[in-house]
Structure formats: structure tokens, C-alpha cells
């Protein structure tokens, strides 16, 4: 397959790295388009008042092109203008932490792979939990077997498909559950400190209280230890509610 491969980490990450060797070593033709600094909770913002550049990153055996952008920026830019042909699939991660629940609005991730699936290919978001990732060459080599064992031609269109690891060995995960989304939300907590100068300043804190999570979520499943995949779709229509607003128009 023809593989394009983003995150929002950046182009040099650990969990870009693993996935990369370990498409490569499945037999897969990869192009990696990345930001060139960490994009992380970006969602799916795109730069429009600033131009895009790319520096060219090699290592071996790593080319990969590296926007000085948003990973939404990363998959438009190269489905437009950097890729010399189109893929059969867009990969996006390893990330660095998960993207359950309410990670999914936030995450450049999942962004960069729903850009993808709006655009008609085929994408995939993988994460682990693990917040400061340097190993995830197990997981890679799980997750390029598990995108051979999936019919991407059978999915349907603007559809993403949302993987999380536990920060487990391969070893001790449980297996792999489909599930839906946890409903439950981050309760946020605001650190307010001063700086140097005196300042006041605040740095975002917060949890998914467990008592919330929905048991068989993404989210409580992954903290049990299974590897948890949830079909995304993105048509926010509330289209049980359409009748609500009958008789307010002219």
C-alpha cells in the first residue's frame, strides 16, 4: 500500500519513528509528512495568514517532508502538492497519550486523519498512553498488522478509524475491543502561578473523573488494558432534534 504518514507530535517523534520502520518493514511504501515542532491539542486548525514551508528531514532510512504548520495543514499540503502520487491509506501517530472520549475534539491527531477521511481516503489515528513515549515499536508492528486485517475498501467514506494502546508490554494487553467513545468530559483544573515577574499566569490541569466514564467506552476499556478501536464519523447534524426548530423561519 501507499502509505502517508503525519501526527501532531512532530516529524522527529519516538511514535512517528516506530510506526514508520515498522510500515516499511511490512512491505509498504511510506511518505511522512509532519509537522516540524509538536502540534499536539491543535485539533483541526488550519494557518491561513501565515505561509507554509518544509524543510526535508533524512536519517537513514528516513526522508520525510516537515511543515512548519498544523497536521491538518500536513495532510492538505500533501495531498495537494508534496505527495507524488495519491495513497490507499493516511496514518496518523503514534501519538504520545491518548485520544479517547473527549481527546477526539482536541486531538491533531485524529484532525490530521478526519482532514484525510474528508477528502475521501482511508485514515487511521493510533495513540498510546504514554505521555513521554520513546518505545513503541511493539505497538507499531501490532498496528501495521491490524491495518493488513482491515478491508479499508469495505469502510465507508469520511469515516476514521480511532486506535488506542495501553502503556502495557504487548504482552499483558488483554486484546483489541471495538467500542464506542466514552460520553464523559474532562473536568478542568487552572493552576494559577506567578512568574519571575510577578505575573500571573495559568496552566491547564484536569482529569475524566472515573465515576463518569461510561463502562465499555474507549475510555474504560483502554484503562483495563485492552486496545480499543472506535469507527469515527463526523456529521455533527442532530438530526433527532431537527423538528425542534420548525415554525421559527419566515
Known sequence: MRILLTNDDGIQAAGLAAIH???????????????????SAVGHALT???PLRVKEFRK??????????????????????LLPEKPDLVVSGINAGPNVGPDILYSGTVAAAT??????????ALSMEDFRLTDARDQARHAAGLIERIDWQRLPPRRVVNVNYPNLPIAR??????????????????DERLDPRGNLYWWLQGEIPPETVDAGSDRDLLSQGYITL????????DREHLGFFDGIGD
Open 48 to 50: 491561513v495568514f501565515v
Open 230 to 237: 472506535t469507527p469515527l464519523c463526523f456529521d455533527f447534524t
Open 115 to 124: 482532514e484525510a477521511a474528508h477528502l475521501g481516503f482511508p485514515a487511521l
Open 60 to 81: 537513514s532510512d528516513f526522508f520525510g517532508h516537515g511543515v512548519y504548520g498544523t497536521p491538518t495543514d500536513c495532510v492538505k499540503l500533501a495531498l495537494s502538492r
Open 21 to 39: 520502520t515498522a510500515l516499511l518493514e511490512a512491505g509498504h511504501a511510506v511518505h511522512v509528512v509532519a509537522p516540524v515542532t509538536e502540534q
Open 173 to 190: 494487553i488483554k486484546g483489541l475491543r471495538v467500542c464506542p467513545q466514552t460520553k464523559a468530559v474532562w473536568k478542568d483544573c487552572y
